[in-house]
């Protein structure tokens, strides 16, 4: 059974950094593509990134290019998402999720999720 | 920039059926968008139901079924039922690594 879980949410000001953890369990982590996908409050869902198995191709929404980073560790089965220069409008519930197919990096397996606030 | 669009809210009677549907502000949706169909209430994670288009993720009744219709992609729900009722969104893949969700669909059972 595939499982994901997500830390490191927490309130920290505007401007401010933060990095989240995905851990990753009951699949082969180094095959598949991992994204995060984020959902302010009271509002759909938004794509924010993805990356490749092997680590070598990642993908970026336009809102947070440059901002954030997205990076793997399998030998830690581990997903990371490290957001800089945060905003009021990055407050949001972050998901990690795996994909399904090898070749088709849509999110397929879901996380529950970590809370961010940006606020002073 | 190209927006994935979706019916904002659907009502639908127990045991009929329901489409929803998810288009682009430009141009038409086909299997090479991969379009995927999710299910999320209140409180929780989203949950897939449909991925490439018409594969049905594990555990997902088979009263849930995807398709193109037309230039839209299209999720039916075939005799629904009270607990359907939730938040359904889309997403698109638009190449270069990028996929857009729809703006979600809130689905009524009544």
């Known amino acids: 059974e595939v499982q994901l879980l997500e830390s490191g949410g927490g309130l920290v000001q505007p401007g401010g950094s933060l990095r989240l953890s995905c851990a990753a369990s009951g699949f082969t982590f180094s095959s598949y593509a991992m994204s995060w996908v984020r959902q302010a409050p009271g509002k759909g869902l938004e794509w924010v990134s993805t990356i490749s198995g092997s680590g070598g191709n990642t993908y970026y929404a336009d809102s947070v290019k440059g901002r954030f980073t997205i990076s793997r560790d399998s030998s830690k089965n581990t997903l990371f998402l490290q957001m800089n220069s945060l905003r009021a409008e990055d407050t949001a519930v972050y998901y990690c999720?795996?994909?399904?197919?090898?070749?088709?990096?849509?999110?397929?397996?879901w996380g529950q999720g970590t809370l961010v606030t940006v606020s002073s | 920039q190209t927006v994935v669009t979706q019916e904002p809210s659907v009502s639908v009677s127990p045991g009929e059926t329901v489409t929803l549907t998810c288009g682009l502000s430009s141009g038409s949706v086909s299997t090479s968008y991969y379009p995927n169909w999710y299910q999320q209430t209140p409180g929780q994670a989203p949950r897939t139901l449909i991925y490439s288009t018409n594969i049905r993720s594990s555990g997902v009744p088979d009263r849930f079924s995807g398709s193109i219709l037309g230039n839209k992609a299209a999720l039916t729900i075939t005799g629904a039922q009270a607990d359907d009722e939730s938040d359904y969104y889309c997403?698109?893949?638009?190449?270069?690594?990028?996929?857009?969700f729809g703006g979600g669909t809130k689905l009524t059972v009544l």
């Open positions: 999720a795996s994909s399904i197919l090898l070749m088709v990096y849509a999110p397929g397996y």
């Open positions: 997403v698109l893949y638009m190449g270069s690594g990028i996929w857009v």
